[in-house]
């Protein structure tokens, strides 16, 4: 063995001891270095030529997500690096560990203003929980190494600067070695019993309980459905949750707001106590959805998030699934009630509302069929990369998921493109799992030169393009907010033409008639190893607003109702206040008007 090696290969070698299998860029002369070092490892590490740097770091941000391992991308010096930025946020804001390699011009050109040179850190400060330009050949495998186990710790971005002279120079082989292997996690914090006593003290006593499940109870959701079925407390969730529990629990309420159901809007003015748990729900304070809620205990792992959405009657530091387990033990037994009754039959409306609008056979192709297709066809274990649009709230109110599944999405950047880099790494992360891309046609169209990199890699991912040339989300926005609409509609375009052109089995959908056919080929395109596109050319018309809902006759006019209901199709949908009244609950908040963004 010799005694040195390239400095850019001991780099690389350390990625490979932190387990990182991709790698996801494209190359550039201020990078080949991190390129040649690639080449000589390529049979450890494999790197994914993506078709924009912005798509490799969102499939790095996207991998961290579905994996909980360290994200992987590079850029070269300016624009390249540059181009990786939504992605980088799009991780710092979901906490993701991503390391983001950048390259530099050649140390003997640095500080001198040469072509695409310029001082790299302040770009990337704002971004990164660590932000370091290597100095020596020798430090490069200690600077990657360092910025991974900051990425980790920090639950951030980890930004390196490689000038690229670097990684080329021969350095002492035995002068490096990653930490991979000291890596321990914290483990979950030990109870206060006097805290888990006093928060059952309250259930015990709540007539009108519901559990706010965030993704802290990923994992834990079997957990959290007997907390609820002993204390009669339905679950709602935040949107992001939904894969943490069957979708046809009973008593599952959904989530809140406009990515959101209507259950679970009209059950918080209406409740006397929530369990906020591993929650950070972004929307408390501006929608104001707790004001009416008279104890408030939390749970959560995460000191600086205690307190944080609203004043806490009781504080439970703790791991979600520790806490819930523990409540559960102590909390009495509590019979069928008339608020878990009112509930249950309000989410019983709601799901024969939705399953009429997804079952329908005739009438205009709706994004509600191409759901039931994608249902129909679905695994149980299938994995869904969402994009941001109307494609968030549609897919959590229409996918039947599970807790096999896993349903990932930009959650608080919420950057539109999302779904299609998602879905590259799903399935090169899990290749025997059926993955999945969902989006809009206005997201699709900011990254759909990476279909290419689903076919070269050949990828067998379906990815379902929602097309009604508009930015459906933002033009509802625009016709509660303006005077009227403006930049919310686009030239349709053939996707399906695309697709076929960079070598996708492809498919148009345009009627309810064609779907099952058309998912039952792309189900088989994909079984043999097939990229696949359907291009779902669906109606314009707004999903019904959950957060504006006009459905009360105590609080609406009845002409304003009839046209609601219709335009909604919302025929035999009922306002919760019916079925609180029904089992002798008056209604302390009958608006739903809840605000939204
Ligand atoms: P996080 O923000 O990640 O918070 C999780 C919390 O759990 C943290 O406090 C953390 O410390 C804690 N935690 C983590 N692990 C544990 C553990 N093991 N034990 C205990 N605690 C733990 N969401 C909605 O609900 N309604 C909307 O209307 C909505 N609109 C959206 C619109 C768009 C276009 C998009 C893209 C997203 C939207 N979202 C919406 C998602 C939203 O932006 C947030 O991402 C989401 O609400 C946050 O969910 P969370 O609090 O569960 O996750």
């Given at each position: ?5 390239k ?14 299998k991709?790698i996801?860029?494209?190359p ?5 270095t ?8 390529k ?9 924009h740097?912005?798509?490799?770091a ?16 590079f ?10 930025m ?29 072509f695409?040179?310029?001082n790299?850190?302040p770009?990337y400060?704002d ?10 050949a ?24 490689l000038?690229?002279?670097?990684g ?10 990653s ?20 928060a059952?003290?309250?259930l015990?006593r ?8 965030g ?29 943490s ?9 959904g ?19 929530v ?6 729900y ?42 819930v387990?523990e ?28 399953r ?20 129909q066809?679905a695994?149980t ?52 799992r ?9 997201a699709f ?34 016709e ?11 030239m ?5 033409k ?36 359907i291009?779902?050319?669906i109606?314009?018309?707004?999903p019904?607003p ?20 219709l ?16 089992e002798g609950i ?8 809840l605000g939204?963004?």
């Amino acid at each position: 063995m010799s005694d040195t090696i390239k400095s850019g290969i001991a780099a690389v070698k350390v990625l490979e001891e932190w387990g990182v299998k991709h790698i996801y860029g494209i190359p550039g002369g201020s990078i080949n270095t991190l390129m040649d070092a690639l080449l000589a490892e390529k049979e450890k590490i494999s790197y994914i030529q993506v078709r924009h740097e912005e798509v490799g770091a969102m499939a790095a941000s996207m991998h961290a997500k579905f994996t909980g391992h360290l994200g992987v991308c590079f850029g070269s010096a300016g624009p390249g690096g540059t181009h990786l930025m939504n992605g980088l946020y799009d991780a710092r804001e979901d906490h993701m560990p991503v390391l983001a390699i950048i390259g530099q011009f050649p140390t003997t050109g640095m500080n001198m203003d040469a072509f695409q040179e310029m001082n790299e850190n302040p770009i990337y400060a704002d971004v990164s929980v660590y932000n370091r330009t290597v100095m020596t050949a020798e430090q490069l495998p200690h600077v990657i190494d360092e910025a991974i186990r900051q990425a980790y710790a920090k639950k951030g971005v980890a930004v390196v600067q490689l000038p690229v002279d670097l990684g080329w120079k021969d350095i002492p082989a035995k002068a490096f070695y990653s930490s991979a292997a000291a890596q321990r996690k914290y483990p979950n914090p030990s109870m206060n019993l006097a805290d888990l006593e006093a928060a059952a003290d309250i259930l015990n006593r709540s007539e009108k309980t519901i559990i706010f499940a965030g993704i802290g109870t990923r994992k834990a959701g079997e957990d959290v459905i007997k907390l609820s079925q002993k204390l009669k407390a339905p679950i709602a969730v935040t949107a992001i949750n939904f894969d943490s529990f069957p979708h046809d629990y009973e008593a599952l309420l959904g989530s809140a707001n406009r990515v959101a159901t209507k259950p679970a809007n009209e059950a918080f003015p209406n409740a006397e106590t929530v369990v906020f748990v591993g929650n950070n729900y972004p929307f408390a304070e501006v929608t104001d959805i707790f004001k009416n809620v008279k104890n408030f205990i939390q749970i959560d792992l995460n000191v600086a998030n205690l307190g944080k959405r609203h004043a806490n009657d009781v504080t439970i530091l703790a791991d979600a699934g520790d806490a819930v387990r523990e409540l559960t033990k102590i909390v009495q037994e509590k019979a069928e009630t008339a608020w878990w009754r009112a509930n249950v039959n309000n989410i019983k409306n709601w799901r024969d509302y939705v399953r009429h609008l997804e079952t329908k056979t005739s009438g205009d192709l709706q994004l509600y069929q191409v759901y039931n297709a994608i249902n129909q066809h679905a695994k149980t274990d299938a994995i869904f990369s969402v994009d941001v649009g109307d494609v968030t709230q549609t897919s959590i109110r229409h996918l039947h998921m599970n807790p096999q599944h896993m349903w990932r999405t930009s959650n608080i950047f919420a950057t539109m493109g999302i779904g299609l880099p998602g879905a590259i790494t799903a399935k090169l992360d899990f290749p025997d799992r059926q993955v999945w891309s969902l989006s809009g046609d206005g997201a699709f169209q900011m990254v759909m030169q990476d279909l290419a990199t689903q076919v070269q890699y050949k990828l067998p991912i379906v990815n379902v393009v929602f097309a009604n040339a508009q930015y459906g989300f933002i033009k509802d926005e625009q016709e509660d907010t303006n005077t009227g609409y403006l930049g919310v509609e686009f030239m349709d375009v053939d996707y399906a033409k695309i697709a076929e052109a960079m070598g996708a089995k492809a498919y148009t959908a345009r009627k309810i008639e064609d779907l099952n056919g058309i998912f039952d080929q792309a189900e088989n395109d994909r079984a043999a190893g097939f990229t696949v596109l359907i291009d779902a050319k669906i109606s314009v018309e707004r999903p019904i607003p959950v957060e504006k809902l006009v459905l009360d006759p105590a609080i609406h006019q009845t002409e304003d109702i009839k046209k609601f209901i219709l335009r909604y199709e919302a025929e035999g949908l009922k306002p919760l206040s019916e079925f609180l009244e029904a089992e002798g609950i008056q209604p302390v908040y009958k608006s739903t008007e809840l605000g939204g963004f």
